[in-house]
Nanobody, 123 residues
Framework: QVQLVESGGGLVQAGDSLRLSCVAS????????MGWFRQAPGKEREFVASSRWFGVYSLYYADSVKGRFTISRDNAKNTLYLQMNSLKPEDTANYYC???????????????WGQGTQVTVSS
């Protein structure tokens, strides 16, 4: 089983940028689908972005973050990233990284989850 630890969250102003990191230990992430999700207070957890592995990597984004967020991975460092630009107050949430084996839907079915890192965007 993999352990996932997120970092990089914080309090920023609207329009600022943050880069979240998710360091994995216990196994390599290179052949796993990795994703970022978020959950705001009082709301359900929602998909943000995914780096899907099915022999090649393919990237997916929620419409709400497309063009502003970029998911990437450094397999040598066993780390997943989420670069977040042009942050908005509605991006405020606890952000989680997740992993799963296989290349099925990038939107759900994840097996392993981190504890999350809080992102707060003030207006």
């Amino acid at each position: 089983q993999v352990q996932l630890v997120e970092s990089g969250g914080g309090l920023v102003q609207a329009g600022d940028s943050l880069r979240l990191s998710c360091v994995a230990s216990g196994r390599t992430i290179s052949t796993y689908t990795m994703g970022w999700f978020r959950q705001a207070p009082g709301k359900e957890r929602e998909f943000v972005a995914s780096s899907r592995w099915f022999g090649v990597y393919s990237l997916y984004y929620a419409d709400s973050v497309k063009g502003r967020f970029t998911i990437s991975r450094d397999n040598a460092k066993n780390t997943l990233y989420l670069q977040m630009n042009s942050l908005k107050p509605e991006d405020t949430a606890n952000y989680y990284c997740a992993s799963k084996k296989g290349g099925s839907s990038p939107l759900d079915g994840y097996d392993d989850w981190g504890q999350g890192t809080q992102v707060t965007v003030s207006s």
